[in-house]
Nanobody, 126 residues
Framework: QVQLVESGGGLVQAGGSLKLSCVHSGRTSVLAAMGWFRQAPGKGREFVAAITWSGTTYYEDSVKGRFTISRDNAKNTVALQMNSLKPEDTAVYYC????????????????????WGQGTQVTVSS
């Protein structure tokens, strides 16, 4: 089994920054890629960013140039640096682990991921 635990959420003003972290433990050798998704009230789960174990990254269009996904294998951590935050970024953010890598379309779908964290709330005030 794989366990994912997110941290770093909070309340920030528009234009501010937050860094989310996801620590993965357990049988992490089964993971080929990690992703971040978000879910706003009344909406479905939306892809934000993904990174494969080879370092390839993918981003949803609305966060390109503002968010950066990275990984630290030594610390078993995947991070999401979020800059220039907007009120529409407000959501619960989830870390997820995928057993297979793929292209941007594949990794943008929640069905590619078998493992999910509990989520961390990000609120951006205007």
């Amino acid at each position: 089994q794989v366990q994912l635990v997110e941290s770093g959420g909070g309340l920030v003003q528009a234009g501010g920054s937050l860094k989310l972290s996801c620590v993965h433990s357990g049988r992490t050798s089964v993971l080929a890629a990690m992703g971040w998704f978000r879910q706003a009230p009344g909406k479905g789960r939306e892809f934000v960013a993904a990174i494969t174990w080879s370092g390839t990254t993918y981003y949803e269009d609305s966060v390109k140039g503002r968010f950066t996904i990275s990984r630290d294998n030594a610390k078993n951590t995947v991070a999401l640096q979020m800059n220039s935050l907007k009120p529409e970024d407000t959501a619960v953010y989830y870390c997820a682990g995928a057993p297979l890598a793929g292209d941007s379309y594949y990794l943008s779908r929640p069905s590619a991921y078998n493992y999910w964290g509990q989520g961390t709330q990000v609120t951006v005030s205007s």
